[in-house]
Protein backbone atom coordinates (compact mmCIF):
# COMPACT_ATOMS: atom_id res chain seq x y z
CA UNK A 1 0.00 0.00 0.00
CA UNK A 2 2.89 2.40 0.91
CA UNK A 3 5.39 3.92 3.22
CA UNK A 4 6.06 7.10 4.85
CA UNK A 5 9.33 8.25 5.71
CA UNK A 6 9.93 10.97 7.91
CA UNK A 7 12.64 12.84 8.62
CA UNK A 8 12.96 16.37 10.66
CA UNK A 9 12.99 17.29 14.09
CA UNK A 10 15.50 17.70 17.11
CA UNK A 11 15.64 19.68 19.90
CA UNK A 12 15.50 23.19 20.12
CA UNK A 13 15.15 25.81 22.58
CA UNK A 14 11.68 27.79 22.89
CA UNK A 15 11.10 30.65 20.73
CA UNK A 16 13.11 28.12 18.23
CA UNK A 17 12.09 26.29 14.50
CA UNK A 18 12.20 23.39 12.92
CA UNK A 19 10.97 21.46 10.29
CA UNK A 20 9.86 18.39 9.74
CA UNK A 21 9.41 16.37 6.62
CA UNK A 22 7.46 13.00 4.96
CA UNK A 23 8.18 11.59 2.13
CA UNK A 24 5.55 8.94 0.82
CA UNK A 25 6.14 5.52 -1.19
CA UNK A 26 2.64 5.63 -3.31
CA UNK A 27 1.85 5.43 -6.64
CA UNK A 28 -0.56 8.90 -6.25
CA UNK A 29 0.53 10.80 -3.80
CA UNK A 30 -1.94 13.58 -4.92
CA UNK A 31 -4.85 11.24 -4.09
CA UNK A 32 -4.13 11.18 0.03
CA UNK A 33 -5.26 13.45 2.23
CA UNK A 34 -1.76 14.28 4.44
CA UNK A 35 -1.68 15.12 8.05
CA UNK A 36 0.92 15.29 11.21
CA UNK A 37 -0.17 13.94 14.11
CA UNK A 38 1.96 14.17 17.64
CA UNK A 39 1.56 12.00 21.30
CA UNK A 40 3.61 12.95 24.42
CA UNK A 41 4.52 10.69 27.03
CA UNK A 42 1.08 9.39 28.71
CA UNK A 43 -1.17 11.47 26.34
CA UNK A 44 -2.89 10.32 23.61
CA UNK A 45 -2.38 10.92 19.63
CA UNK A 46 -3.53 14.31 18.29
CA UNK A 47 -4.22 16.60 15.76
CA UNK A 48 -1.58 18.63 14.56
CA UNK A 49 -1.99 19.50 10.91
CA UNK A 50 -3.71 18.50 7.76
CA UNK A 51 -3.53 19.00 3.93
CA UNK A 52 -5.63 18.89 1.14
CA UNK A 53 -4.61 16.21 -2.02
CA UNK A 54 -3.50 19.49 -4.21
CA UNK A 55 -2.21 21.50 -1.22
CA UNK A 56 -4.52 24.59 -1.21
CA UNK A 57 -6.42 24.08 1.81
CA UNK A 58 -4.54 23.83 5.25
CA UNK A 59 -6.67 22.68 8.84
CA UNK A 60 -4.39 23.35 12.23
CA UNK A 61 -5.00 22.80 15.84
CA UNK A 62 -5.88 25.82 17.82
CA UNK A 63 -2.76 24.87 19.71
CA UNK A 64 -0.28 25.44 16.72
CA UNK A 65 -2.43 27.61 14.56
CA UNK A 66 -0.43 30.83 13.33
CA UNK A 67 2.73 29.10 14.71
CA UNK A 68 3.24 26.19 12.37
CA UNK A 69 2.72 25.88 8.44
CA UNK A 70 1.52 22.56 6.71
CA UNK A 71 2.69 22.16 2.87
CA UNK A 72 3.02 19.33 0.20
CA UNK A 73 4.81 19.17 -3.18
CA UNK A 74 3.10 15.80 -5.01
CA UNK A 75 6.14 16.15 -7.80
CA UNK A 76 8.68 15.17 -4.72
CA UNK A 77 5.46 12.95 -3.28
CA UNK A 78 6.35 15.24 0.41
CA UNK A 79 4.75 17.46 2.49
CA UNK A 80 6.28 19.14 5.17
CA UNK A 81 5.39 20.67 8.73
CA UNK A 82 6.64 24.06 9.25
CA UNK A 83 7.02 24.57 13.21
CA UNK A 84 7.90 28.25 14.32
CA UNK A 85 7.79 30.25 17.95
CA UNK A 86 7.92 26.72 19.44
CA UNK A 87 7.25 25.96 22.63
CA UNK A 88 7.97 23.73 25.45
CA UNK A 89 4.37 21.94 25.21
CA UNK A 90 5.22 21.30 21.88
CA UNK A 91 7.39 18.55 22.83
CA UNK A 92 6.29 15.38 21.54
CA UNK A 93 6.73 12.78 18.99
CA UNK A 94 5.27 13.60 15.32
CA UNK A 95 3.75 11.30 13.33
CA UNK A 96 3.29 11.90 9.81
CA UNK A 97 -0.23 10.07 8.48
CA UNK A 98 -2.09 9.54 5.10
CA UNK A 99 -4.88 8.34 3.53
CA UNK A 100 -6.75 8.18 0.12
CA UNK A 101 -10.31 8.15 1.23
CA UNK A 102 -10.95 10.51 3.48
CA UNK A 103 -11.35 14.36 3.49
CA UNK A 104 -8.49 17.13 4.54
CA UNK A 105 -8.66 18.29 7.95
CA UNK A 106 -9.94 14.44 9.41
CA UNK A 107 -8.78 14.64 12.91
CA UNK A 108 -9.27 10.88 13.82
CA UNK A 109 -6.05 9.36 13.60
CA UNK A 110 -8.59 5.39 13.27
CA UNK A 111 -9.36 7.06 9.87
CA UNK A 112 -5.68 7.15 7.98
CA UNK A 113 -3.57 4.20 6.81
CA UNK A 114 -0.51 5.30 6.55
CA UNK A 115 1.73 6.51 8.83
CA UNK A 116 5.08 7.28 9.43
CA UNK A 117 7.88 6.09 12.13
CA UNK A 118 7.77 9.11 14.12
CA UNK A 119 10.10 12.00 15.13
CA UNK A 120 10.86 13.49 18.44
CA UNK A 121 10.65 16.86 18.98
CA UNK A 122 11.98 18.45 22.16
CA UNK A 123 11.35 22.04 23.17
CA UNK A 124 13.50 23.33 26.51
CA UNK A 125 12.75 26.20 28.37
Do not use: H
Request: contains cysteine; proline residues 3%; hydrophobic residues 30%.
Amino acid sequence: QGQLEQSGGGSVQAGGSLRLSCTASVRTFDAYTMAWFRQAPGKEREFVSGISRSGTRPYYADSVKDRFTITRDNDKNTVWLQMDSLKPEDTATYYCAADPTINSGNENTRWYSLWGQGTQVTVSS
